[in-house]
């Protein structure tokens, strides 16, 4: 990876940093060698951005080029952009009035330097605007109106207009970014591709153990991608890369899903894509997606508030009631009587306007079938716990697990296989555990799941290797496809 500060006079970057090469932008817009160099990464650090300036076509050939612009072209018309400032403004009101409550004047700025501010205080909010607006440098303008405080518009900087006080700070924190693993040469020849997959260590229930992750970094470094672990903190970094592999569970209302779409605006290859997610994300899709195609599920009742004395007629008892957006066995309850559900049903009715309701099925255990690109990948067996309905029973921060029994694909029934790839269609080509319950020769869909659990020493049983390289791969070629793509275009 060749990694360059583009700036308009070569006495504008007083800061030598290794492996940082510095080039001024008419050199990066004229020479034909930057023409034919593929995996740069470009710190625009031009004088000026405005349409057709210097700076301006230093991002816009980036992008011609398949290099990677930092700011990118999105960017600098987005910070123009008065809709979107105000959307900015809106969407980290709280964080700006917290913030700021102290400045007594009626004006403020805040000086953003790879993401970091001086001031300590000030930090969060430099950080939370510098994943919204991913550039190097830039300056945040606010007022205040009334006792609140209001954004009124950020802009990049030029690097000659860093106060000279300031410059020991911008080393150290351009030092700290630079520095991260991205940045380091780690072998001798440089990756085509770059991959970040994106993790959470805090999360109680991960949808992939630290065995597996290691795996899947190695996989994804066997097939050619440099491979980098990030986490929500890094959504300004997104442009850096070319795919992006989330492995902590996704929700629409939710930072995953703010990177899922992100990352596809950008050009990234992305699993879970934003539709999976919004697909899978949501129980009363699915419940009438699945029914549009005619699969077999148990009998399912989409409730609302005017049709719950007919849910028992429709589906029996007893019955399982979900949230729209449950997960993880979590959001999830069985109702044994008419006024269980209605009590459980008016809970649910206060967060969301819909919900499912459905047959109950008891089998010992449930089919999880993993598909990917619409081809099976690998196949469980997920017991029940011990005296209890579901695979898994939450005790707060813990949980209890059935027994999973990976099953070679071979041995799995045709038509648990047949089923699962047709519902997978109905969500897309990606990464999906479907699962099914078989009664007698009968498969009933239960759900569809983006981002399945994928764990050493469960799922990956029977493939080892394999089966992280299998999606590894999967994810080069979409690379491939998607750059090739673009190159004919």
Known sequence: MTTVVAVSDIGDWALHLPGVEVVLAKDYLADVRWSELEGVRVFNLCRRYRYQSEGYYVSLLAMARGHTAIPNLTTLLEMRSRTMVRAVDDELEESIQRTLKKIQSPEFV?????????????????????????????????????????????EPIPSRMIPEAHLPFVREAAERYFARPRYQVRRL???????????????PFPPSNQGALRRFERAGEKVGFGVELIGRDDFSRLPEFDALFIRTTTHVNHYTFN????????????????????????????????????????????????????IVKAVGLPCVLKY??????????????EEELMEKASGILEASDLFVAQEFVPTAFDWRVGVFEDEPLYACRYHMVD?????????????????????????????????????ARCVGSGLYGVDLKRIGRTCVVMEVNDNPNIDHGYEDSLLGEELYLRVMQGLWNRVLKLKNGRARG
Not at 131 to 143: C, D, G, I, V
Not at 275 to 301: D, H, W, Y
């Open 189 to 203: 020849r440089p990756p085509r591709f770059h991959l970040a997959m994106l993790t959470d260590p805090k999360e």
């Open 387 to 423: 005296q209890h309905w579901q695979i898994v029973r939450h005790h707060g921060q813990k949980a209890e697990y059935g027994k999973i029994e990976p099953v070679p694909l071979d041995l799995v029934p045709t038509g648990v296989v047949r089923t699962a790839l047709r519902a």
């Open 324 to 337: 729209p957006d449950s997960a993880f066995s979590q959001g999830v309850s069985k109702c044994e009587s």
């Open 110 to 154: 805040i000086s953003i330097y790879f993401g970091a501010n001086l001031a300590k205080r000030y930090a969060p909010l430099a950080q939370r605007l510098f994943n919204l607006f991913p550039a190097p440098l830039l300056r945040a303008h606010f007022s205040r109106t009334r006792n609140r405080w209001r954004l009124q518009r950020i």
């Open 259 to 310: 990177f899922a779409q992100r990352a596809q605006a950008e050009g990234l290859s992305v699993i879970d894509d934003p539709q999976s997610i919004i697909r899978c994300g949501n129980k009363v899709f699915l419940a009438e997606a699945l029914v549009q195609a005619k699969l077999p599920t148990p009998r399912t009742v989409v409730g609302n508030r005017f049709n719950l004395t007919e």
